[in-house]
């Protein structure tokens, strides 16, 4: 299970800023919120709230939060009482996480491990292991997890460190694996720490540290002088040369200037760096027989099918392992090289294949066939009675209780508690029913999650409907394009925010949204505008048809939306490229599957809206050209 960090937000916040922005207005007005604020901010349920709610689903919700208030003066054991009594509430549930984390913090053992359930936090793991030492439990493979946590390459949580020390005194932390810790931990970018692990070493820990600096910062000396005696950091040191002057570095190759024992090494890291680039002085090296290596591997066919020379692409397709092979994206470019290569029949066999998948390359192939494409849902829906068997289950009734009262944060946590607890029958019933309720969100990615693949009334429902129609008029941009970029960006969820912290459906950065409110003439009362599911999609809309008016194709602005316009200028081809080369050879993963999931999402939008049919080749042109 995963555990929330301490700094998790706090759910009167979430309440707080749902009444600001007026989300829900009539839930959130409703008894039960109040009632959960009142516990929160008293830690205790008062008679009248108690006889209001003591028969509702959603009691042991205030239970919960009145419990958290006085967790520190309650036992384990009385905890663990007070979940076999309320199984159905994740916030009940949740509580033993936050007690775990107190009992660990003070050193209370007997009553950690009590407590104690599989995690995977590794605070709670290091409390756990630090127990079972103190209590002289410890078996061979706690040893072998606490090693394991030791040698990670970045600094560990404090409540690591006594755990450490223990395994010092005891003599687990060999001098292997402390040079091993140090090259996780360079290998993660950590010199300090790495630095600090060294200072017990004698001086070939320094000199061995020393060596990858020297890889990072001057790569073409670390190749001339030390990548004979440092192996390990040759492929980096290649990598970085190829970034900053390829020339230099195929120079040095070629003169034979980096040591032959290590030179096949360097080789790699720059063919692998330069085929990214689509520089063409990769062409030499990707036809070298070089060691596999699953990233060179790969763009060793992108590198090909960017400068479209198919006949290079069917080889390096081959040297892929077999299961890569059998893959639909490689399948489609198989085909499509030997249609280019004079074997239409061949080709036409394998499109066939390929365009029975509702997917990127799946339409591509029915384009290049013109095969008609076939929406409609194959796979099986649960029974009626399932669907209502599922409907009254307290956990489900809880989390849609929460859903109704506008506390999402709180609601999707009850989701995924009881998610976890379903079969996959139960699951597809749980996407049905949070279809009826308009839950977008939860309907979506559970129908994904259980099966229900196809079937594109849960997975992408009109979510929205009225302001994105509204924002699409605006812009004269397409309903689907803009419904499909949303799904990608948010799966319907108004009060998201991301690691980078864009915000909102369209996940606006806050910055970029403020810009925009101002042009706009729209009012800007803080990153909290951007929760608003209106402003958002009006801002975000205006930023997409911004990038369409630039670049004039939607691949080309929905890329930009995604990386930036400043990367897709650089992308961009010299001279008229096909739709499907140019995606193909984006250098950013995130950004290439990106593109084919908004352009796939808008010719399966295109069908929800419309009831019709409108192909790949029409909603984003089949040639890509630079716009002047």
Known sequence: MRVQGVNHIRKTLVIALCVALGINTNAIAGSFSRAWVTVESSGKISKAVKKEWQDSPLFPELIAESTEKRLGSISAQDLEKLMTKYPDSAAVSNLRWRKLFRLGRANWHQDFLFLFEQTDNIELNCYKLEARYRLKQETEIDKREALRLWTHGKSQPKACDTLFSIISKRGLITKEARFRRIDNALENGQLRLARWLAKPLDRSAKEHINAWVQARRQPAKFLTKKAGQFPKWVDMAASRLANRNPDQLLLLIKDRKIPDAVREKAILGAARTLAIKLDPAASPLLDMDLPSHPILN?????????????????????????????????????????????????????????????????????????????????????????????????????????????????????????????????????????????????????????????????????????????????????????????????????????????????????????????????????????????????IGSYYLAKQLNQFGHPALATAAYNAGPHRVKKWMPDSTMPLDVWVASIPFTETRNYVQRVLTAQVIYEWRYNDAIRRLDSVAAPQITKKK
């Open 298 to 538: 790969h763009w060793r066919v992108r590198y090909f099918i960017h400068y479209q020379k198919w006949p290079e692409v069917l080889t390096a397709i081959s040297r892929l392992s077999s299961e890569e092979q059998r893959e639909i994206e490689w399948n489609y470019w198989t085909s499509r090289s030997l249609a280019m290569t004079g074997s239409p029949d061949l080709a036409f066999a394998g499109f066939q294949k390929v365009a029975k998948s509702n997917s990127w390359y799946g339409f591509l192939a029915a384009d290049y066939l013109d095969m008609p494409y076939d929406l409609r849902a194959k796979s099986q829906r649960p029974t009626d009675s399932l669907v209502t068997n599922v409907d009254r289950r307290t956990d489900v009734t809880v989390a849609r209780l929460l859903f109704e009262e506008g506390l999402t944060v709180m609601a999707r946590r009850q989701w995924d508690f009881v998610i976890g607890r379903l079969n996959e029958e139960e699951q597809k019933a749980a996407a049905i029913l949070a279809n009826r309720w308009n839950w977008h969100s939860r309907s979506a990615v559970t129908a994904h999650q259980s099966g229900l693949t196809d079937d594109y009334e849960l997975r992408y429902p009109l979510a929205f409907e009225k302001p994105l129609r509204s924002a699409a008029e605006r812009h004269n941009i397409p309903l689907s394009w803009l419904s499909g970029l949303m799904r990608s960006e948010s799966l319907f969820m108004h009060d998201i925010r991301s690691p980078a912290g864009a915000l909102g459906l369209m996940q606006v950065m806050p910055r970029t949204g403020r810009q925009t409110a101002k042009h706009l003439k729209l009012k800007w009362k803080g990153n909290r505008t951007l929760i608003n599911p209106t402003t958002n999609i009006r």
